[in-house]
Every structure is written in C-alpha cells, then in structure tokens.
C-alpha cells in the first residue's frame, strides 16, 4: 500500500536508476539505520537512541520544509502529534525489541500488524491466508525461542500493532493535507511524548557529540531518506508493484543483521522469516515500517 504521504519534492533521479533499485536503496538505508542504532544501545540504551533519532529526523525534516509558513488549526496539530506519537512509539519498542532478538527476526514479527489490519480490513481469503501464514511466521520465529527473545518477540509485536496504528493515522494527517510537514511536526510531538523513556541517557549523549551525530544519523537512514526515496519509486511504479516490493524488508533487515551485526539466523528462524515474506507477497498491502 501506498505511503500515506504525497510525493516529496525531491529531485527526481537519473532515468537509468530503476525504481527497483531505488527501492533497495531506501531498503539498506532504514536498516543500516537500525543497525547504527543497536551499536550504540551499550553506551546510551534503547530509549534514549529512540528519543534522539525521532527527535533528530523530525528536526531535519521540519529545517526542510519549514512548516511554520502553513496555517496549522488545533485539529491539525492534535491528528499530527497522534500520529507521531505512535511513529515514536513504534521505533521505542522495535528499538526494545531488537535489543533481545536479531534485526531480521524483529522485521518480520512487527510485519504481522500491517497484514491483520489488511485481513480485518478487506476479508478476503488472499489476505487470512496471508494472516495465517505470517502467524505461522511469528511461531517459528519466537514460539521456541528463550524468555529474553521471546519478550523481544513481544515488543516486535507491539511495534507491530503501533504500526498498524501508523497506518490508520498517517492516512487521516495525509487527507487533511499536512503532507511531509504533517510528519516533521508529528515526530517532533511524538518525541516529547516517549522523552521519559530515553531523557535518562540524554546528559551521556550531549557529553559526547559523536553519539548523538550517530544518533541523528540512524534518524536520517532509517527516516529521512528511505521516506524521500520513497516517494521517488511511487511516482514510477503502480502501487500494486510497490507493495509487493515490501516483501524484500525482512529479507534486507536480515542480510544487514548478517553482515554488520553477525547476527546469523537458524534454520528455523530462517523458515520463520520466510513465511512471513511469503505472506507479505500474497498481501501485498503493506506500508513501509519505520524501523
């Protein structure tokens, strides 16, 4: 499914990148972000990576589009800051959640959200045939796992159900017409609001200015450029292509886990990943995660 936003107004690329490679781009971007950030949880914990990365992307994306020219009602401001909350909310606990199970593993679980929103939303066989499978997913995934994977198991799928949350929002700001400012603003909200859970490493993350450029930097791979590239690729594929190029998300978060956490997926993970990707494929209704 679409993005919930209207096409961003960055230059487009050459004509000779294709808007599948584009896609890959935005892919490996989100998760090298995530990775950055799980690099940095020893020294600042999970919390405050989460609090400055969405405070930072919403910093750079309001610097861009200066929402302040636009008259904003308190409507607009309350649908925006619900919005942005359960954007933070959801990188909070995937944050949480990939501090206890591998990146690729968490991708997959927090994919269930979208698909039961789908499968509630459409009924149709394709898409509880979908559920099911992406179900099956999550039990190879965390069912046999220990206490501590299964808790990450738990906040993956919290992060999914915020998600899931994201979606139903982030349609209704982008119908009012707040667009991209509407996201710049909301993240900046949704910041305050989970700044009790990241404020306590705050002061260790101001004493060193490189954690917080790596902080603001997940926020810029995983946010920021993944949302413009984005909106590049839809102006050039139809939405049905889009949305089945989702399923290479966990695919992606799990290569990257590979390679830059050595994070190396059992069989059964392996199968587990591979079910909720198939059922991705047969959705094909989901909107790019935030993670």
């Known amino acids: 499914m679409r993005s919930p936003w209207p096409p961003h107004p960055l230059r487009a690329p050459r004509e000779w990148l294709s808007p599948e490679a584009l896609f890959t781009v935005g892919a490996v971007s989100q998760y090298l972000g995530a990775a950055t950030a799980f690099t940095l949880f ?32 308190r409507v607009a401001v309350v ?32 994919f269930v959200g979208p698909i039961a929103v789908a499968a509630f939303g459409t009924r149709t066989a394709r898409s509880a045939a979908a559920l099911a499978l992406a179900v099956a997913g999550v039990v190879a995934l965390a069912g046999f796992a220990p206490p501590g994977a299964q808790l990450g198991a738990l906040f993956s799928l919290i992060a999914g159900a915020l998600w899931a949350g994201y979606i139903i929002l982030g349609h209704r700001v982008a119908r009012s017409g707040l667009a991209v400012d509407g ?13 009790p859970a990241g404020a306590g490493g705050l002061g260790a993350a101001a004493a ?36 089945l190029l989702q399923a290479l998300l966990p695919a992606t978060a799990t290569l990257v886990g590979l390679v830059w956490l050595a994070q190396v997926p059992s069989l059964r993970e392996a199968l587990g990943i591979a079910a909720v990707i198939a059922a991705i494929a047969i959705n094909r209704t989901t909107d790019r995660p935030t993670g």
């Open 183 to 195: 996201l710049g603003v909301g993240m900046l909200i949704g910041a305050v609001a989970i700044g």
């Open 79 to 110: 649908w925006a800051g619900a919005f942005g909350t359960a954007l933070a909310l959801m990188n909070l606990f995937f944050y949480l959640a990939i501090e206890r199970v591998p990146l690729g593993n968490s991708v997959a679980i927090e």
């Open 42 to 73: 020893d020294e600042l914990g999970a919390g405050t990576v989460a609090l400055l990365r969405v405070a930072g992307a919403g910093a750079v994306i309001v610097a861009f589009r200066r929402p302040w020219r636009r008259r904003w009602s």
């Open 208 to 243: 060193t200015p490189l954690l917080l450029a790596a902080c603001v930097g997940a926020g810029v791979l995983s946010n920021v450029i993944p949302y413009g590239i984005d909106q590049v690729v839809m102006q050039r594929l139809a939405r049905a292509r889009f949305a």
